[in-house]
């Protein structure tokens, strides 16, 4: 069981990539759904995440405006929009089931990673001219 990411290349500063998030094995519509990434030496960082529903969203402070989540549910498949990207976006990004979620605390793009899984293996972006 796990997601498969997709969407990911080279681009330049300014363009945009869409992402893809498909899931493997199980009907994703059950859970909150997270984007995260990753880029060299660093760790894993929350971008975003949508609640199962698709009625709620949440991102990091640094993509707000310029990063948009979205699910279809008939698809099996959630979605990151990338505009405007930049060389500090480049990364490896992943997607993941918030599985383990905290009574109270729904999920965010700040949740600890330990909440999460089915991870996939991830898709990588490079932003560069």
């Known amino acids: 069981l796990q997601f498969v990411e997709s969407g990911g290349g080279l681009v330049q500063p300014g363009g945009s990539l869409r992402l893809s998030c498909s899931a493997s094995?199980?009907?994703?519509?059950?859970?909150?759904i997270g984007w995260f990434r990753q880029a060299p030496g660093k760790e894993r960082e929350g971008v975003s995440c949508i609640m199962s529903s698709g009625t709620s969203t949440n991102y990091a402070d640094s993509v707000k405006g310029q990063f948009t989540i979205t699910r279809d549910n008939a698809k099996n498949t959630v979605y990151l929009q990338m505009n405007t990207l930049k060389p500090e976006d480049a990364g490896v990004y992943y997607c993941?089931?918030?599985?383990?979620?905290?009574?109270?605390?729904?999920?965010?793009?700040?949740?600890?990673?330990?909440?999460?899984?089915?991870w996939g293996q991830g898709t990588q972006v490079t932003v560069s001219s």
């Open positions: 993941a089931a918030h599985l383990r979620p905290v009574f109270g605390q729904p999920c965010s793009a700040y949740r600890p990673l330990r909440e999460f899984d089915y």
């Open positions: 094995g199980f009907i994703l519509d059950h859970y909150a």
